[in-house]
């Protein structure tokens, strides 16, 4: 299910169950009249920047305090913002029975929700270098389904950076596993698009030039290099085994 197809009245729920999906599926929950939410019952969403669980220096050399905290502060809060200015609008259009409104905000909705997913599974799924977080042995069963799928870790890496850096333009590269199959895959998603469907986000990176540029340019090989120092495996771990909680939104 596409974020731009979804009936807009669920997009919180659908949001702050991206890790961990309701036990009733968001188009039974649709079709049932006791759970339909009418225009004129609804409430704006309020979303929120989420706290960094490091200082924003913490993750160097591999990513500078400096990109951190305007990445965080700058970039991630303006989708925040946009995100909440949005979604009001978009319960004024259903009020006001405004159809066409209702419309054109739909990618504003798709890319500004998206951002505010994106980097806020991106933070989490980042730790300091020096902690046990940071090693992939903390994510014991995870590293072995990705010795299993692609052969071994460095197998699984160079397999990655290679999709990373074929990647055209701006976007992410996830390695997700399917919630049916069970099988990891690493894929793609363009511009602030989340991973939706089917697919479960085990851990992301960003390939915005603003997650890097400042400090390598365009040498994105360093930085997808050096990236590899401050996984989250534990995050990473848990998102696999479907423990990993709500996302906070």
């Known amino acids: 299910m596409q974020l731009s197809a979804l009936l807009f009245t669920q997009l919180p729920q659908y949001l702050l169950n991206l890790t961990n999906p309701p036990a009733t599926p968001l188009s039974a929950a649709v079709t049932n009249s006791r759970s339909l939410v009418l225009p004129e019952d609804m ?3 309020n979303f929120t920047l989420p706290a960094l669980p490091y200082a924003y220096d913490a993750l160097e050399p591999y990513i500078s305090g400096q990109i951190m905290q305007i990445h965080h502060s700058k970039h991630h809060q303006t989708y925040v913002n946009n995100l909440n200015a949005a979604t009001a609008n978009h319960v004024k259009a259903l009020q006001g029975n405004d159809v066409r409104a209702q419309i054109n905000l739909q990618q504003a909705i798709k890319f500004n929700g998206g951002g505010h997913i994106n980097h806020s599974l991106f933070w989490a799924n980042l730790a300091p270098a020096n902690t046990s977080q940071a090693k992939p042995e903390s994510a014991e069963k ?103 909680g709500t996302l906070e939104l």
């Open 43 to 45: 409430a704006v969403a």
């Open 142 to 244: 995870l590293t072995e389904a990705i010795s299993a799928k692609y052969g071994s870790y460095d197998g699984f890496k160079d397999e990655f950076m290679g999709v990373l850096l074929g990647l055209q333009g701006s976007g992410w590269g996830w390695l997700v596993k399917d919630k049916k199959t069970e099988q990891l895959d690493i894929v793609t998603t363009k511009d602030q698009d989340p991973v939706v469907g089917d697919l479960a986000p085990i851990l992301g990176i960003d390939m915005w030039e603003h997650a890097y540029y400042l400090q390598y340019f365009n040498d994105k090989a360093s930085y997808v290099n050096g990236i590899w120092n401050i996984i989250n495996w534990e995050t990473a771990e848990g998102r696999f085994l479907g423990r990993s």
